[in-house]
């Protein structure tokens, strides 16, 4: 090294329109099976029955979500 050193920032830069109240909106909330429909119930058991596999609920999470948006929207 040459011996120059660079002092560290003090602060960090934050744009304008930067905000610390902004949110993503995640995690979002869990999808309520549809009372009498067959697949909300299938995929809702299904859902409980998922045990120590994050990747597959957020999978089945997903589907639903789709489902209802498809089905009971």
Do not use: Q
Not at 24 to 42: D, S
């Amino acid at each position: 090294m040459n011996g120059l050193r660079v002092p560290p920032r003090k602060d960090s830069y934050r744009p304008p329109w930067f905000s610390d109240s902004f949110d993503y909106g995640f995690p979002l909330p869990a999808p309520v099976a549809v009372r009498g429909c067959g697949v909300c119930a299938g995929m809702a058991a299904t859902l409980a029955g998922i045990v120590g596999d994050a990747s597959g609920a957020a999978d089945v999470r997903v589907l639903m979500r789709r489902h209802l948006r498809a089905a009971h929207e």
